[in-house]
T-cell receptor, first 113, second 111 residues
Framework: DGGITQSPKYLFRKEGQNVTLSCEQN?????MYWYRQDPGQGLRLIYY???????QKGDIAEGYSVSREKKESFPLTVTSAQKNPTAFYLC????????????FGEGSRLTVL | KNEVEQSPQNLTAQEGEFITINCSYS?????LHWLQQHPGGGIVSLFM???GKKKHGRLIATINIQEKHSSLHITASHPRDSAVYIC?????????????FGKGTKLSVKP
């Protein structure tokens, strides 16, 4: 079945360690996105990519990095520079057209101890 | 003031009731999204609309561009409709995923 797979679902890390969250899609979508969700707040865009080997910063890119070496993969690295990394992270993808809806993964919950 | 405001924040209903969730936005938009977030955290896109009204099963979404307001209606609500419903505005001229999200409305439908 087509969809978006995020892994791991739960991740615990010590402060100061870099962490990479995986996002893979088999929907043949050109665009992929990473969002962060904190309790009581709306989702916020971290990074997005509309084509392989190209990506743009969203509203809260500081302390994060991404790569887009393959169309189907858009991993997110939470670096030690991210001041408050504990959050729920969601990946999404879409076709690039005005009516293209977003498809979301199940999310990854990162807890930094 | 947030650019996308939802009301109510929390909503409890009895099975079978008609439910309305409201969304107001203050920016120019290309599209308005309604999303459903399940207790496990996964999100499903319900509607994407830029004008008028859309219907899918028991769900209806409407938008009034002049008033910058959208509503999500659920007819004959059921306990399986219990979830967080999120409104998100696609910024005019922005990329599809560059959305401003509301904080969500937590709906609980009791049997």
């Amino acid at each position: 079945d087509g969809g978006i797979t995020q892994s791991p679902k739960y991740l615990f890390r010590k402060e100061g360690q870099n962490v990479t969250l995986s996002c893979e899609q088999n929907l043949n979508h050109d665009a992929m996105y990473w969002y962060r969700q904190d309790p009581g707040q709306g989702l916020r865009l971290i990074y997005y990519s509309q084509i392989v080997n190209d990506f743009q910063k969203g509203d809260i890119a500081e302390g994060y990095s991404v790569s887009r070496e393959k169309k189907e993969s858009f991993p997110l690295t939470v670096t030690s520079a991210q001041k408050n990394p504990t959050a729920f992270y969601l990946c999404a993808s879409s076709v690039i057209r005005l009516t293209g809806e977003l498809f979301f993964g199940e999310g990854s919950r990162l807890t930094v101890l | 003031k947030n650019e996308v405001e939802q009301s109510p924040q929390n909503l409890t209903a009895q099975e079978g009731e008609f439910i309305t969730i409201n969304c107001s936005y203050s920016v120019g938009i290309s599209a308005l999204h309604w999303l459903q977030q399940h207790p496990g955290g996964g999100i499903v896109s319900l509607f994407m609309l830029s004008s008028g009204k859309k219907k899918h099963g028991r769900l209806i979404a409407t938008i009034n561009i002049q008033e910058k307001h959208s509503s999500l209606h659920i007819t004959a609500s059921h306990p399986r409709d219990s979830a967080v419903y999120i409104c998100a505005a696609g910024k005019d001229g922005g990329s599809q995923g560059n959305l401003i999200f509301g904080k969500g409305t937590k709906l609980s439908v009791k049997p």
